[in-house]
Protein backbone atom coordinates (compact mmCIF):
# COMPACT_ATOMS: atom_id res chain seq x y z
CA UNK A 1 0.00 0.00 0.00
CA UNK A 2 1.04 3.58 0.15
CA UNK A 3 1.68 4.19 -3.49
CA UNK A 4 2.26 7.77 -4.60
CA UNK A 5 2.28 8.74 -8.64
CA UNK A 6 3.85 11.23 -10.41
CA UNK A 7 3.61 12.35 -14.22
CA UNK A 8 5.51 12.59 -15.47
CA UNK A 9 8.44 11.57 -14.74
CA UNK A 10 10.85 13.99 -17.38
CA UNK A 11 10.16 16.90 -18.95
CA UNK A 12 11.79 19.29 -21.30
CA UNK A 13 10.37 22.71 -22.11
CA UNK A 14 11.33 25.99 -23.57
CA UNK A 15 11.89 29.06 -21.17
CA UNK A 16 8.68 31.10 -20.66
CA UNK A 17 6.25 28.04 -21.20
CA UNK A 18 4.23 26.48 -18.01
CA UNK A 19 4.70 23.12 -17.13
CA UNK A 20 2.05 20.99 -14.86
CA UNK A 21 3.22 18.15 -12.73
CA UNK A 22 0.63 15.93 -11.01
CA UNK A 23 0.81 13.55 -7.98
CA UNK A 24 -1.68 11.05 -7.19
CA UNK A 25 -2.28 8.82 -4.34
CA UNK A 26 -3.24 5.37 -5.70
CA UNK A 27 -3.95 3.96 -2.76
CA UNK A 28 -4.85 5.60 -0.29
CA UNK A 29 -6.76 9.58 0.49
CA UNK A 30 -3.94 12.02 1.00
CA UNK A 31 -5.72 14.73 3.41
CA UNK A 32 -1.98 16.58 2.57
CA UNK A 33 0.33 16.38 0.49
CA UNK A 34 4.04 17.81 0.09
CA UNK A 35 5.42 19.48 -2.88
CA UNK A 36 9.96 19.62 -2.54
CA UNK A 37 12.49 20.46 -4.86
CA UNK A 38 16.09 19.08 -5.05
CA UNK A 39 18.97 20.02 -6.52
CA UNK A 40 21.83 17.42 -7.64
CA UNK A 41 23.66 16.20 -5.01
CA UNK A 42 21.48 17.94 -2.09
CA UNK A 43 19.03 17.55 0.46
CA UNK A 44 15.27 17.98 -0.47
CA UNK A 45 14.18 21.50 0.01
CA UNK A 46 10.21 22.02 1.51
CA UNK A 47 8.22 24.27 -0.96
CA UNK A 48 4.90 23.87 -0.07
CA UNK A 49 2.65 22.04 2.01
CA UNK A 50 -1.43 21.23 0.47
CA UNK A 51 -4.61 20.60 2.12
CA UNK A 52 -7.30 18.83 -0.03
CA UNK A 53 -9.77 21.81 -0.65
CA UNK A 54 -7.71 24.38 0.66
CA UNK A 55 -4.85 26.78 -0.38
CA UNK A 56 -1.56 25.67 -0.15
CA UNK A 57 0.92 26.84 2.16
CA UNK A 58 4.68 28.20 0.86
CA UNK A 59 7.76 27.93 2.27
CA UNK A 60 9.26 31.17 2.69
CA UNK A 61 11.20 31.97 -0.39
CA UNK A 62 9.09 30.38 -2.46
CA UNK A 63 7.16 32.55 -5.31
CA UNK A 64 3.29 30.98 -5.17
CA UNK A 65 2.35 33.18 -7.79
CA UNK A 66 5.09 31.10 -10.06
CA UNK A 67 4.46 27.65 -8.43
CA UNK A 68 0.72 27.16 -8.58
CA UNK A 69 -0.43 24.39 -6.48
CA UNK A 70 -3.82 22.86 -6.56
CA UNK A 71 -5.23 20.20 -4.22
CA UNK A 72 -8.77 19.65 -5.82
CA UNK A 73 -9.19 16.16 -4.12
CA UNK A 74 -8.24 13.66 -1.72
CA UNK A 75 -5.87 11.66 -4.31
CA UNK A 76 -4.55 14.51 -6.77
CA UNK A 77 -2.48 17.22 -6.04
CA UNK A 78 -0.86 19.33 -9.17
CA UNK A 79 2.02 21.65 -9.08
CA UNK A 80 2.01 24.04 -12.11
CA UNK A 81 5.66 25.96 -13.13
CA UNK A 82 4.17 29.20 -14.90
CA UNK A 83 6.90 30.91 -17.30
CA UNK A 84 9.67 28.05 -16.30
CA UNK A 85 13.42 29.66 -16.94
CA UNK A 86 16.77 27.70 -17.00
CA UNK A 87 16.56 28.25 -13.02
CA UNK A 88 13.75 26.07 -12.68
CA UNK A 89 15.42 23.56 -13.99
CA UNK A 90 15.55 20.55 -10.89
CA UNK A 91 14.01 17.03 -9.11
CA UNK A 92 10.50 17.84 -7.73
CA UNK A 93 9.06 15.35 -5.86
CA UNK A 94 5.54 15.20 -3.95
CA UNK A 95 4.40 13.12 -1.29
CA UNK A 96 1.04 12.33 0.69
CA UNK A 97 -0.26 11.57 3.78
CA UNK A 98 -3.34 10.68 5.51
CA UNK A 99 -4.55 12.82 8.60
CA UNK A 100 -4.03 9.78 10.80
CA UNK A 101 -0.58 8.61 10.05
CA UNK A 102 2.49 10.17 10.34
CA UNK A 103 4.70 8.97 7.49
CA UNK A 104 4.69 10.89 4.17
CA UNK A 105 5.00 8.60 0.84
CA UNK A 106 6.78 10.27 -1.94
CA UNK A 107 6.33 10.03 -5.57
CA UNK A 108 9.00 8.94 -8.11
CA UNK A 109 9.83 12.40 -8.72
CA UNK A 110 9.62 14.84 -11.67
CA UNK A 111 13.18 15.90 -13.87
CA UNK A 112 12.27 19.57 -15.25
CA UNK A 113 15.17 20.54 -17.58
CA UNK A 114 14.18 24.09 -18.83
CA UNK A 115 16.48 24.92 -22.17
CA UNK B 1 14.23 25.41 16.26
CA UNK B 2 14.15 21.75 14.05
CA UNK B 3 17.36 20.55 12.83
CA UNK B 4 18.66 17.07 11.47
CA UNK B 5 22.61 16.61 11.27
CA UNK B 6 23.66 13.69 9.01
CA UNK B 7 27.62 14.69 9.55
CA UNK B 8 28.76 11.40 6.95
CA UNK B 9 28.51 13.13 3.45
CA UNK B 10 29.57 10.15 1.53
CA UNK B 11 30.63 6.83 3.00
CA UNK B 12 32.28 4.09 1.10
CA UNK B 13 32.70 0.00 1.78
CA UNK B 14 33.50 -3.23 0.58
CA UNK B 15 30.03 -5.73 0.07
CA UNK B 16 29.46 -7.50 3.00
CA UNK B 17 31.07 -5.18 5.96
CA UNK B 18 28.44 -3.57 8.08
CA UNK B 19 28.07 0.29 7.92
CA UNK B 20 26.52 2.44 10.57
CA UNK B 21 25.08 6.08 9.41
CA UNK B 22 24.67 8.87 12.18
CA UNK B 23 21.95 10.93 12.55
CA UNK B 24 21.87 13.46 15.55
CA UNK B 25 18.84 15.59 15.61
CA UNK B 26 17.61 18.98 17.85
CA UNK B 27 14.27 19.75 18.60
CA UNK B 28 12.58 21.34 22.24
CA UNK B 29 9.59 19.49 21.11
CA UNK B 30 8.45 16.42 23.72
CA UNK B 31 6.41 14.86 20.48
CA UNK B 32 8.58 14.08 17.57
CA UNK B 33 8.79 11.59 14.93
CA UNK B 34 12.13 10.34 13.45
CA UNK B 35 12.01 8.75 9.70
CA UNK B 36 14.89 7.17 7.17
CA UNK B 37 14.34 7.38 3.32
CA UNK B 38 16.53 5.71 0.82
CA UNK B 39 17.38 7.48 -2.24
CA UNK B 40 18.51 5.25 -4.76
CA UNK B 41 19.81 6.63 -8.11
CA UNK B 42 15.99 6.33 -9.78
CA UNK B 43 15.24 9.33 -7.42
CA UNK B 44 12.31 7.90 -5.81
CA UNK B 45 12.22 8.18 -1.87
CA UNK B 46 11.89 4.82 -0.15
CA UNK B 47 10.29 5.02 3.01
CA UNK B 48 12.70 2.94 5.73
CA UNK B 49 11.67 3.89 9.14
CA UNK B 50 9.44 5.59 11.69
CA UNK B 51 9.81 6.08 15.39
CA UNK B 52 7.78 8.37 17.91
CA UNK B 53 9.65 9.97 20.08
CA UNK B 54 8.19 8.25 23.11
CA UNK B 55 9.15 4.62 22.00
CA UNK B 56 12.58 4.20 22.38
CA UNK B 57 13.03 0.44 21.51
CA UNK B 58 15.25 -0.57 18.80
CA UNK B 59 14.06 -2.57 15.77
CA UNK B 60 15.67 -4.80 13.27
CA UNK B 61 14.21 -5.55 9.72
CA UNK B 62 16.61 -7.98 7.96
CA UNK B 63 19.89 -6.71 7.80
CA UNK B 64 18.60 -3.04 8.92
CA UNK B 65 18.93 -1.97 12.33
CA UNK B 66 17.89 1.42 13.55
CA UNK B 67 19.60 2.85 16.90
CA UNK B 68 17.32 5.54 18.90
CA UNK B 69 18.27 7.42 21.98
CA UNK B 70 16.79 10.30 22.95
CA UNK B 71 19.93 11.13 25.63
CA UNK B 72 22.02 11.72 22.52
CA UNK B 73 19.61 12.45 19.78
CA UNK B 74 20.55 10.18 17.83
CA UNK B 75 18.49 7.82 15.40
CA UNK B 76 21.54 5.96 13.72
CA UNK B 77 20.79 3.21 10.97
CA UNK B 78 22.77 -0.13 10.24
CA UNK B 79 23.10 -2.20 7.79
CA UNK B 80 24.78 -5.38 8.36
CA UNK B 81 26.79 -7.27 5.04
CA UNK B 82 26.15 -4.57 3.13
CA UNK B 83 25.36 -5.60 -0.62
CA UNK B 84 25.73 -3.41 -3.63
CA UNK B 85 21.30 -2.79 -3.78
CA UNK B 86 21.99 -1.07 -0.67
CA UNK B 87 23.91 1.95 -3.07
CA UNK B 88 21.82 5.24 -2.33
CA UNK B 89 21.46 7.84 -0.45
CA UNK B 90 20.02 8.03 2.85
CA UNK B 91 18.33 10.53 4.56
CA UNK B 92 17.07 10.89 8.15
CA UNK B 93 13.94 13.12 9.12
CA UNK B 94 12.37 14.88 11.93
CA UNK B 95 8.70 15.73 12.02
CA UNK B 96 6.93 17.46 14.88
CA UNK B 97 3.71 15.65 13.10
CA UNK B 98 0.45 17.47 14.16
CA UNK B 99 -1.70 18.44 11.12
CA UNK B 100 1.31 19.68 8.44
CA UNK B 101 3.73 17.19 9.57
CA UNK B 102 6.39 18.94 7.57
CA UNK B 103 9.69 17.06 7.17
CA UNK B 104 12.50 18.41 8.29
CA UNK B 105 15.65 16.48 6.34
CA UNK B 106 18.95 15.83 7.24
CA UNK B 107 21.28 17.03 4.17
CA UNK B 108 21.81 12.84 3.56
CA UNK B 109 24.71 10.50 3.28
CA UNK B 110 25.63 8.85 -0.04
CA UNK B 111 26.57 4.92 0.95
CA UNK B 112 28.61 3.31 -1.67
CA UNK B 113 28.87 -0.66 -1.56
CA UNK B 114 31.03 -1.76 -3.59
CA UNK B 115 31.78 -5.38 -5.05
Known amino acids: ?106 GPGTRLLVL | AQKVTQAQTEISVVEKEDVTLDCVYETRD ?11 P ?16 NEISGRYSWNFQKSTSSFNFTITASQVVDSAVYFCALSLGGNTGKLIFGQGTTLQVKP
Open chain 1, 1 to 106: GAVVSQHPSRVICKSGTSVKIECRSLDFQATTMFWYRQFPKQSLMLMATSNEGSKATYEQGVEKDKFLINHASLTLSTLTVTSAHPEDSSFYICSARTWAQETQYF
Open chain 2, 30 to 40: TTYYLFWYKQP
Open chain 2, 42 to 57: SGELVFLIRRNSFDEQ
